[in-house]
């Protein structure tokens, strides 16, 4: 996930048409699309770490 994060930092364009909906991320469900999507809406790489923890922990 970290790849895919890095990926939208650098193609903002990506980041706002998955935003909108118009496009998805293959293998990525809608919690951890809901999870990058926070990450980058706080500015907080921190915020998807712990809830990617508590999301494999459940």
Do not use: C, H, P
């Not at 895919?4 to 935003?19: E, F, S």
């Not at 990525?28 to 907080?44: D, H, R, T, V």
Request: no cysteine.
């Amino acid at each position: 996930m970290l790849e895919i994060t890095q990926y939208l930092q650098k193609n903002r364009n990506i980041l706002d048409l998955l935003k909108e909906n118009k496009i998805s991320l293959l293998n990525i469900n809608e919690f951890e699309k809901k999870l990058i999507l926070e990450s980058f809406e706080q500015g907080e790489k921190k915020v998807l770490k712990n809830a990617l923890s508590a999301y494999w922990r459940a």
